[in-house]
């Protein structure tokens, strides 16, 4: 249980810190088509601040912070000291944030069509 946390989608309390590494298997391929992979490796040499986040450890909802995930303590620390108010207000802008960003790439895709003549 973290202190002060709240899942805005499940209602949970356990916060985890999620870190993505670079995961491959060498893929091979038989005379007869049958696919083989090999051992997994895993490469956390190059991690990028991108690839870390704070989430919900039981739905894996990514805590955000004004239209962004929050991948510094500083950031989950400016999460935990918001009011309730503050951030119901905060999920609002986010939400406000989405529409536009919706609104917008659907102009952009009727003006698209507009210019090359192509229906959806």
Known sequence: MSYGFTCT?????D?????????TEP??????ERVEY???TIDNTEEFEADRFFV?????KRLQIWNRPATK??????YL?????????????????????????????????RMTGNDW
Do not use: F
Request: include cysteine; glycine fraction near 4%; charge should be negative.
């Open 56 to 60: 919900c450890r039981e739905c894996g």
């Open 38 to 40: 090999g051992p997994t």
């Open 81 to 113: 000291r918001m009011t309730p108010e503050q951030r119901t207000k905060m999920l609002h802008n986010d939400l406000d944030y989405l529409v536009e960003q919706m609104e917008a790439e659907l102009y952009l895709q009727k003006a698209k069509t």
């Open 73 to 78: 303590e500083a950031d989950l620390i400016e």
């Open 15 to 23: 916060l985890d810190y999620q870190r993505l590494a670079r995961v």
């Open 9 to 13: 989608k499940c209602g949970s309390s």
């Open 27 to 32: 893929v091979i391929i038989h005379p007869d």
